[in-house]
């Protein structure tokens, strides 16, 4: 099984900036997309980037500029630099990767989720 794991959330004051982190392991074969979601209390589970294994990023429109996804291979680990945060970034933040295994099996991975709170 492969496990992920986020760090990194915490409170900040509207205009400050947190680094998240997500660390997989276990037996892992090979990762190749991942990404970060949140989910705001009431609110759908939305994606806020993702990025691909040669580091080819995508961001949603309301983060765009204002963070920055990245990945290091070799420790199987992808973080999340925000920067600006904004009150309406206040949400729980969930990291994703897909996951395929020696068979060629395709599964997709979920943490479980690190609670990000920005104060007004």
């Known amino acids: 099984q492969v496990h992920l794991v986020e760090s990194g959330g915490g409170l900040v004051q509207a205009g400050g900036s947190l680094r998240l982190s997500c660390a997989a392991s276990g037996n892992i074969f090979s990762i190749n997309a991942m990404g970060w979601f949140r989910q705001a209390p009431g609110k759908q589970r939305t994606l806020v980037a993702t990025i691909t294994r040669g580091n080819t990023a995508v961001y949603a429109d309301s983060v765009k500029g204002r963070f920055t996804i990245s990945r290091d291979n070799a420790k199987n680990t992808m973080y999340l630099q925000m920067n600006s945060l904004k009150p309406e970034d206040t949400a729980v933040y969930y990291c994703?990767?897909?996951?395929?295994?020696?068979?060629?099996?395709?599964?997709?991975?979920w943490g479980q989720g690190t609670q990000v709170t920005v104060s007004s």
């Open positions: 994703n990767a897909d996951h395929t295994d020696s068979r060629g099996s395709y599964s997709s991975l």
